[in-house]
């Protein structure tokens, strides 16, 4: 009898431990709302003779992916909640997207107004930085990698 009250006893508790720790961990959604200043680019090239490598990218490299990519024109994204999004690159100017978080909040896609979509994973994400992948194929295939730190507000 003393062991089924234990066995019980011990059932519950790991049932309210779990929802209790589910409850208190922050979706990719909410995490994700602010400022995030792009950090840097690194690139894992795949389908090579040697296996695949790392390396970051300089201007030049940034400047070919970029001609594809819409978004990587920009230096801080501004997520906000329902789903907006402001673009600003270096001179300033800004772009507005819709963004969404897809599948278990792990896979971000921006909509762009020309109806151009442009998916990402998301591969790490806490409350001061994120890092998103994006699959590409210009000369070589690969995966590039971007960091981000979250920009504090300045009226937090």
């Known amino acids: ?5 234990v066995s019980i006893f011990l059932l519950v508790s790991i049932i309210l431990s779990s929802a209790f720790i589910v409850s208190e961990s922050s979706s990719p959604e909410d995490l994700i ?5 792009e950090v840097s680019w690194e ?11 790392d390396s970051e990218f300089d201007e030049h490299q ?8 819409l978004v990587h024109e920009a230096e801080i994204w501004h997520f906000e ?19 969404t978080a897809k599948g278990r909040g792990h896979i971000l896609e ?4 020309d109806a151009f979509l442009e998916d990402y994973h998301i591969q790490d994400i806490t409350k001061d930085s994120m890092v998103i992948h994006f699959n ?19 009226n937090a």
């Open 33 to 37: 709302i602010g400022k995030w200043e």
């Open 110 to 113: 921006l909509n762009y107004e």
């Open 43 to 53: 690139y894992e090239r795949i389908n090579n003779h040697y296996g695949t490598f």
């Open 1 to 5: 009898m003393r062991l089924i009250v």
């Open 136 to 154: 590409f194929d210009l000369q070589v295939r690969g995966i590039v990698k971007l960091t981000f730190a979250k920009l504090q507000e300045k």
């Open 62 to 69: 940034q400047s070919e992916i970029r001609q594809n990519l």
């Open 81 to 99: 909640k329902g789903g907006k999004l402001s673009l600003t690159n270096t001179d300033q100017t800004k772009r507005h997207v819709q963004w």
